[in-house]
Structures are given as C-alpha cells and as structure tokens.
C-alpha cells in the first residue's frame, strides 16, 4: 500500500527527468534540398505474431534511404493511444515521428492537432489505387491524416475438424449457429463459439446484424438505444444463456485464442489480425483446418465492423520529409504484399490484390469480399470513446444481470453526454 | 526545581558581550523590530535550510493542486487546452464555467454508485487487514521456534512490487486457465467467475487489496506491542484477569495510537488505491469494481478527447470527502485523549 505513494514519486521524478533532458536527441533538422537523411522513429501497434515481420520491413527502409535511420519501437496496441498522446502533449519529447494509428484514432489525434495533413505530401502517392473505405477513415475536416496500412473486418474462424466430426456445416445466421453449437456439444461435448465479453468490438457485428448502427452521423443521432440496438444485446445474450458460446469479462482474448488454438471450442469471432496466431496453435498444425466464413446474420442481414490502422506522421516530427517517405514506403503496394504474404494482412491498395501471391491466399481472397460489404464506423473524433460505453454493459448483458432494454437505453445515455449538445 | 537555568544572568551576558555586537545606540530610537524581522534575523539560517523544501513541495504539490482545482472550473478537455505540437504552439480556448462540473457530477447517478462502492471496499479492505494484521502480530509476538522466519514471510507480499502481485493474481483467478480454479476442478468443484462476476469480482479485488496490505498492519502493529511493557500482563495476570480481558484492557489501549495512524493511513490509501482495481479488472465486469480514482482515470485518460475539467472535478470531489474524513477521524480521536 505504501508503495502507491513510492511509485507515484518514482513517476513523477522520471517524467521530471525525461522531460529535462528528452529535447537533446540526435535528429538532425533535415534540409529541404538534397538526400532525405536523419532518424525516423516508427510505433508499430503489430501483435506478438506479426511484428517481426514489421520490424524487418520497417528496418528495410534504409536500404532505400541508407542516410536515414529507422529506429523500430514495437508499442502494445492497447497502450500505443494513450502513450503517443502522452508525448505529444506535453511538448513533443519522446512522441514518433510516425504511428501506426487504428482507424479510430486517426480523427481523434487530427482533431487535438497532433498529426500532420498529408494532402500534397509524398506521402500519399497513387490515392486512386487505394480502396474507397479505407481512404474514408483516414479524413477529417476535409484533411487527410493518415495513409491506409491495412483494411480489416471480422469473420467466423471456424475448425474444419470439428465441424465435419459434428456433421455440421459452416453457421450462416445465428440460428443457424446455435443448432450447430447444440450439435457440436451433442458429438465433440466442446463449446460451439467463444464470444468475447471484455470487448466492444466483438458487439458491432451484433449490433450491424439487427440493422442497427451506433450513430447516424449525418443526421447528429445517436442510434445505438434504437430497437435494433436492443434487439442486437439480445442476440448477443442468447448465444450465451442457450450454452452455444461461452463469454469472459477479462482477459477475453487470452482465453478466446487458448479456446480455439487448443481445440476446446469449435469457433470465434475475428479478424485478419488473429489469423497467424490461431494458425500457431495446436489445433491448426494442419493449417488447412482453419476456416473462415462470413460473420453469422442477425435479423437483418450480415454485418460487421470496418477496421483497420493508418500511418499517421506526428505535426511535431523534427524529421518531416523523411517521415513522409517512410509512410510512403510502408504503404507501398511492395511492403503490403509481403504482409500479406507471410501474415495473411488485407492490403488497402487495389492493385495488390492482383498480385499472384495474394490472389492465391484463400483467407485474404474471403476477407476481401467481407472488407467490401463491412460496415464503416463513425469517423469523427470520439470514435474510439463510443466503445467504453458499450464495455460498461456488455458484460452485464452476456451474463444476465442487465436486460437488453437497459443497456441499449444506459449506452444511448452515454453517448448523448459525451457527443454534447448538438447531438439527439 | 531550585534555580531557573533557561536565561543566562543579563549581567554576566552584558559583561562578556564583544564590542562588535553591542547594541546599536539608535536602535532604541526606531522602535523594537517586528517580531518576523527578530525571527528572520535570528534563524535565517533554518529559513534557508527550509527553502529548498518549500519550493519543491510548493512545485510538485502545490501547483499541480491549485491547477487542478482551477480546472474543475472550466471546461478544458484535450482539444481546447494550451498545447505545443512540434514548433507550433497552440493557445488555449477554454473558458471558466464555475460550479457547473461539480453540479452535474452531483447530479449524476454514476458518481454516488461509485461512491458507495468505493466506502464499502475501503471499509472491508480497511476492516479486514486491521483485523488479520493484529491478529498475525499477537501471534508472532510470542517466543517459539522459527518466529524470525515466519515473519520475513509475512512480510513477503510487501517486498514484490505491487504491479507483479497483481497480475500474478490476475492469473491465478483467470477462470478458464487459472489455477485457482484448476484446483477447485480437482476438488470436483465447478469454476469460480472470480473476475467475471460483479460480486465474486468484487470479493476477489477485497481479497488482493487485504493480502496486499497485511504486512503493513503486521509489521506496525508488531512495532506497537512490542512497546507495551510486560510488567502490565505479569500485574493483570497476578491479579486473575482472562487473556481475553488482558488482551481488552491492556493490548488494544496500548496500540491505540499506533492502531489509529494505520487506520488512517490505510483509509486513505485503500479510498485512492488505483493498481489492484485498474490492473485487476480495469473496473469491470461492466463498471462493477470502479471506485472513484479510476472512473477520474477514465475520464481523463480512456475518453477521446480526454475530459480534463470532468477528472479534476472527481479529484476534487475525492480530496474533499478525504479531508472531511481525516478531520473527523481527528476529532474522533482527540475525544479519546489522543494527540498526533
């Protein structure tokens, strides 16, 4: 208990000291004229299984630039938002020179002014070649502030094995879902679907399935509280009360890729983020018998969340031009082919679907149907806020102690206070 | 009690006095010197000795303080503040709206169901490792075999930093991998939702907090006892009093003083204490184990764009129901005859 006050003096003596002597670094102010030279710091966001492969990438930039120094910083996805706006804040010592930003975060960033426009910057090259949704999360104010990396949305992972042993076939709506997870307990005695609880991500595919939307943004409406809104609580809660999912309100990751990798349920919901992971898992040494198929239909149809990250260059880099090139360079049709190579990434660039190695990728080749039906999230600067909400009453929900009707109205509640007054 | 030794004889004084520091012919003529100046002048030295400490505290508590008053009256939030991004420089936009903040916290439902929440987990946190704290140290306070190392065990919680024991605990209550429920399941016991359920999250969160703070109550306490003169028990046990009553009449009036300190430190400490329920369950499931500090953290770190004036009005909603609570456990005490 003592040590509370102990540590709050260590950290604040540490932000003393870093803030004193964190303007003496080594970039060197880089001159308009000649060779682009000087450090770029590059925040990756990447997962455990995929930032080595960032990290070889990233590095590779010199190669192209040999004055410039790529100093690679791998920053956990759940950290890397709180952390950039941390440095940028409080002067700029410390903060990147360019972020990989989630989509979410792009206007949020823009609109505090941390981040750089990028419209007739190099930059942004071939515009045209990128695809129209992911270009959409990169504006805000009629700005661009980010160049796409990758696209993603969700999709049903599925094990082959223990479908055919229960005799069932791929779930296309949740009903169908549920009859196949009472099968699979019936044949296997494992659960049909992991369904996580501690994130409201995994809510949106719900909520897109009833028809339903957090938002109307051009109408200034907050629509989560609608009927659809209710109806997508739900259906979320049924899977779980009828035994066809089981759900976490902590650590839901952690136990969601252990359930599926060890073979102890039979499906998840998920992205294109999670494929090498689950492909790392017990279950998948025969990597064939991972499945993917469209997210399960609600009542209205089948939807689920557009995702993805950008790269955004920070307005206080000391190292502008190069920071430029090195996000050109990381969205280039080349460096995206190679992520979609070895980790099954979706690139945002048309043009590199086409290419032999991607086109023959059968789970990037489905999530590129998916990314072309998914649902666009509100692209305005409380974007990432709208889920705290729904994580206050998710878990509730999943377990029983709050009625659908309840959550939907406490959610709706939450975001007429955080949108302010022009919102209904 | 014979001769009052504190004041040198004045003539003695005045015979040895160097002609230097003899009084100053005019002085009389202006008047006595005010009392601050013959302070000043007389302990300059401590005054200069304090400085450096004044200027410090004055920096490091007293600004951010002050600043974070001012701010739960206005309505700065991240994208209205004073920011310097790179070489620009931002000014800030943001306006005094006086009491507003506090009114509508106040009218808010969340900040009185995070208040009961945060009272009932300081109590029982509070409550419960003063109670295993005393009872550890009148144990350990005996003489037998080994006593030296069950007590550096005891200690033990306190010497691992408090993030690492909470995310050891985080693993051993995971309720799919957990060993605490691998145990339960060898004892053919169905899984326990340690964090998942609101009560059971609740309990577990209670739980790491006292384990967390036992060794303080035990190592204090311990302090506390052993200053309480065996000569008190040999008497009241000449004189046939029960262990109970010795325990009751001699043990607890003997750490009273030690026993309210720790209490109110701990009370505070508990009310504030942020790692075990952020690193634990980050306030869930839903917002179940939130209490104040973090729902301030939320405010001002989770929500795009953050929400400065809301997390400073918590805060000073925080500090005041502490000081009230520190002025009344005072008084309290002082009524007992206890003076700190």
Not at chain 1, 10 to 26: I, M, S, Y
Not at chain 2, 149 to 168: G, H, Q
């Amino acid at each position: 208990m003592r040590r509370g006050i102990a540590a709050t003096a260590l950290v604040a003596a540490l932000a003393l000291a870093a803030t004193a002597c964190g303007d003496g670094d080594d970039k060197k102010q880089n001159k308009s004229s000649g060779e682009i030279s000087g450090t770029v710091t590059y925040w990756d966001t990447s997962n455990d299984a995929e930032k080595a492969t960032y990290k070889k990438l990233a590095e590779d930039f010199t190669k192209k630039y040999p004055k410039v120094k790529v100093d690679y910083v791998n920053v956990p996805f759940g950290e890397a938002l709180n952390k950039f706006k941390n440095a940028a804040g409080s002067g700029g010592s410390g903060a990147p020179d360019v972020l990989r930003a989630e989509v979410a975060w792009t206007q949020d960033l823009a609109n505090i002014g941390y981040l750089a426009p990028l419209d007739d910057t190099p930059a942004l090259d071939k515009q045209l070649d990128y695809l129209p949704q992911a270009m959409a999360s990169t504006k805000f104010e009629g700005k661009t502030y980010g160049v796409p990396q990758v696209i993603d949305t969700m999709g049903l992972f599925y094990n082959k094995k223990m479908l055919d042993e229960a005799g069932v076939k791929p779930p296309t709506t949740l009903t169908e879902l549920k009859a196949a997870a009472k099968k699979i307990k019936e044949k296997t005695g494992k659960t049909g679907l992991y369904l996580r609880g501690d994130d409201a991500y995994w809510f949106l595919p719900f909520l897109y399935g009833e028809g339903g939307d957090l938002l109307d943004v051009k109408a200034k409406r907050v629509t989560v509280d609608d009927e659809s809104g209710v109806k997508a609580f739900a259906a979320a809660r049924d899977l779980v009360e009828s035994g066809a999912a089981v759900t976490d309100a902590t650590d839901g990751w952690e136990n969601m890729q252990n359930a599926i990798k060890n073979g102890d349920v039979a499906m998840t919901i998920n992205g294109p983020w999670a494929i090498e992971d689950t492909l790392g898992g017990k279950a998948f040494k025969d990597r064939s018998n991972l499945g993917v198929v469209p997210i399960p239909a609600g009542s209205g149809g089948q939807g689920s969340p557009q995702g993805g990250h950008n790269l955004a260059v920070y307005a206080g880099s000391d190292n502008l031009d190069a920071s430029y090139a090195f996000a050109r360079y990381m969205s280039s049709a080349e460096v995206q082919a190679k992520t979609t190579e070895a980790l099954s990434l979706l690139p945002t660039r048309a043009s590199v679907y086409n290419k032999p190695e991607v086109a023959s990728n059968a789970n990037v080749k489905f999530f590129r149907d998916a990314v072309d039906k998914a649902v666009e999230r509100p692209w305005i600067p409380e974007g990432n806020s709208l889920f705290q909400a729904i994580l206050v009453e998710f878990p509730g929900v999943l377990t029983g102690k709050t009625s659908p009707e309840d959550a939907a109205e406490a959610v709706g509640k939450a975001y007429r206070k955080l949108l302010k007054d022009d919102w209904k | 009690m014979a001769v009052d030794t504190s004041r040198p004889a004045e003539p003695a004084g005045d015979a040895h006095r160097a002609p230097g520091r003899a009084r100053k012919p005019g002085s009389t003529a202006h008047g006595t010197p005010g009392r601050l100046r013959r302070a000043l002048s007389t302990h300059w030295y401590a005054w200069a000795m304090v400085a450096p400490v004044v200027v410090v505290i004055g920096l490091i508590v007293g600004y951010p303080l002050g600043r974070g008053v001012y701010l739960s009256l206005t309505d700065a939030d991240e994208s209205n503040v004073e920011r310097t991004i790179g070489v620009n420089h931002i000014p800030a936009t943001y306006d005094v709206v006086g009491l507003d903040n506090f009114t509508a916290v106040l009218e808010d439902g969340v900040f009185w169901d995070r208040l009961i929440w945060t009272v009932t987990w300081t109590v029982s946190c509070v409550g419960i490792t003063f109670a295993l704290g005393l009872g550890l140290a009148v144990l350990l306070n005996r003489q037998f075999k080994g006593r030296t190392l069950y007590r550096s065990l005891l200690i033990l919680p306190w010497a691992v930093p408090a993030f690492v024991s909470v995310f050891a605990w985080r693993l051993l209550y995971n309720e799919k991998n957990g060993i605490l429920n691998k145990i339960l399941d060898g004892g053919g016991i169905d899984a326990v939702p340690w964090l998942n359920d609101p009560t059971m999250a609740k309990v577990s969160v209670i739980a790491v907090n006292v384990w967390l703070g036992v060794p303080f109550m035990l190592v204090a306490l311990l302090g506390g006892l052993q200053s309480i003169p065996g000569e008190l028990y040999e008497a009241a046990e000449m004189d046939g009093a029960s262990p109970w009553q010795r325990f009751r009449h001699i043990t607890l009036p003997g750490l009273r003083s030690v026993s309210s300190t720790v209490v109110l430190l701990s009370t505070i400490w508990t009310f504030n204490m942020f790692p075990v329920i952020f690193l634990l369950t980050r306030g869930g499931p839903g917002d179940s184990t939130e209490i104040l500090v973090t729902y301030a953290y939320r405010l001002s770190f989770v929500n795009s764009p953050r929400d400065f004036a809301g997390a400073s009005t918590w805060g000073v909603l925080i500090l005041i129901i502490l000081m009230l609570f520190a002025v009344v456990y005072r008084r309290s005490l002082r009524k007992q005859g206890e003076v700190w």
